[in-house]
């Protein structure tokens, strides 16, 4: 019974991990704080990128608009010939004074065709391509060098006029402006950590949001599975407190319902069952005077009479196989209203198993097999009744040999006696192995009146269980090519060691 409880709790406690593991809380929650974790970081993610593009986008335009109009600031309608040095230097000046920028002019070709300027002049190296393209307008580009991000700006002096006869001497510079952006970086940088930390505030806010929520969800439904524990368990009186109006209210109003209709059925059904077994124990005990008397003068009418095949022997038979199955109703009576009782003795097996085959005539038709000293603390009247149910049982159902053997046996680690009687019969039908030791179940169930009463192996199970053991059936089969073919009945009985109290 220990061990049991403890595999119980240990089970319970299992279940309890796992459930806390993959319990519906657990999924809910996770499910909510998913949800809620996804949609902050996708507002997050969209917030970012437009801050990012919106910033950038300011600091390309703020470089965009101060080289114009320097431009347009520097460069006269009218250019006079031969100023392109004096002309780049101001553009430089003018161009590199704001932090982190630099500014280069570089003198055109003689066909006009911009210059790319020499390296490490810039912080940025300018391509062949991007110097093409700044001939005919101002051009732009973001390059990355060494993990710092730069904006490459490319412009061709234009929009001036030429006096009569210095158009070959007018050959305005290209200027080359590089910007840092550093700054912007940074900023987004620190956009991204406190984006990160609004994503972890959210998450921890989601989270205890969501255990508030389930806790509201769930409530309802523990409190209907710990009813619905205690009606399974029998407690029929069960009922579950009906709070609001929505799903699980009406969960909760259903299951009220439901017990309350099986708490009616059960009652009915155990009424019925106490008043049928009352009957049954009433008429076997009003039955019971009446009979003995019966047994009494058949038998007389029977030893005076020609032989037990006359009329007179025959109703002494019967009238013994319905006093014994009085008996048996009695018995059966005292185990349903839990009357039955043990009163233990320390009992020598072999010779309570001798006995009980001589007092039925059984002695020269079992072979017996198990140690003489073999000592057990049992009930012996209701011993004597389990070993002779189940030889007897073996003697008209079997054939022989029957073999009864007992001896120390261990069950999950406890020890006790086991008795096993064996015949070599056609065994038991497949569909009674599980049905064997039910009330009134017969192995010749078609035939209309038969020797015993159905109800031995039932009180020998009672008797078993009152022990504290366990008794069981089975087919000794023995294996041919196909199939099992069952070669006699086995009937184990097990009785665990009791200690004095």
Do not use: C
Request: proline content about 5%.
């Amino acid at each position: 019974m220990i061990a049991g409880l403890r595999r119980r709790a240990r089970r319970r406690g299992e279940s309890v991990r796992t459930r806390w593991f993959t319990g519906l809380r657990v999924r809910l929650a996770a499910a909510f704080t998913a949800v809620a974790l996804l949609a902050s970081m996708f507002a997050s993610g969209v917030a970012y990128v437009l801050l990012r593009r919106a910033t950038l986008q300011r600091a390309q335009d703020a470089v965009l608009t101060d080289v114009r109009q320097t431009l347009t600031r520097q460069v006269p309608p009218e250019l006079p010939p031969d100023v392109a040095g004096f002309l780049g230097a101001q553009l430089v000046d003018a161009l590199s004074a704001p932090p982190g920028r630099k500014a280069v002019a570089v003198p055109a070709n003689a066909d006009g065709r911009p210059v790319v300027p020499a390296s490490g002049l810039l912080d940025v190296p300018v391509s062949a391509e991007f110097a093409q393209r700044t001939q005919n307008q101002l051009v732009f580009q973001r390059v990355v060098r060494n993990g710092t991000p730069y904006l490459l700006v490319g412009a061709h002096v234009t929009g001036y006029r030429t006096g009569e006869g210095w158009v070959a001497r007018t050959t305005p510079p290209t200027v080359y402006v590089t910007a840092s952006l550093r700054q912007e970086e940074k900023d987004l940088a620190v956009l991204t950590r406190v984006l990160m930390i609004e994503n972890a505030l959210a998450l921890v806010l989601a989270l205890a949001l969501a255990v508030l929520a389930t806790r509201g969800v769930l409530q309802p439904v523990r409190r209907l599975g710990a009813a619905a524990r205690a009606l399974g368990e029998g407690e029929l009186e069960t009922r579950v407190a009906v709070r609001g109006r929505d799903e699980l209210a009406d969960l909760a109003r259903t299951f009220n319902r439901t017990a309350e209709a099986l708490e009616r059925t059960v009652t009915e059904l155990r009424a019925m069952e106490r008043a049928s077994r009352r009957f049954v124990a009433d008429v076997s005990h009003e039955l019971r005077t009446p009979l003995t008397s019966m047994v009494a003068a058949t038998d007389v009418l029977a030893a005076d009479a020609e032989g037990e095949d006359s009329a007179a022997g025959l109703v002494a038979r019967e009238t013994r196989r319905l006093g014994t199955l009085v008996e048996h109703l009695i018995e059966i009576s005292r185990f349903d209203a839990g009357a039955a009782a043990l009163v233990l003795d320390e009992v020598n097996v072999a010779d309570a198993v001798a006995a009980t085959l001589h007092a039925r005539g059984w002695t020269g038709e079992v072979a017996v097999t198990g140690p003489a000293d073999l000592v057990a603390r049992l009930d012996p009247r209701r011993f004597d009744v389990i070993v002779a149910n189940l030889v007897g049982n073996a003697l008209r159902h079997g054939r022989p040999p029957v073999t009864l053997r007992f001896g120390r046996a261990e069950r999950a680690g406890l020890p006790g006696l086991s008795l096993v009687v064996e015949d070599h019969g056609p065994g038991l039908p497949g569909d009674l192995v599980a049905v064997v030791f039910d009330r009134f179940v017969k192995a010749e169930a078609a035939r209309t009146r038969s020797e015993g009463s159905g109800l031995g192996l039932s009180i020998a199970k009672e008797n078993a269980m009152l022990h504290g053991g366990v008794l069981e059936a089975a087919n000794r089969t023995v294996p041919t090519v196909d199939q099992l073919i069952p070669q006699g009945a086995v009937f184990t009985l097990w009785i665990p060691d009791r200690e004095d109290g």
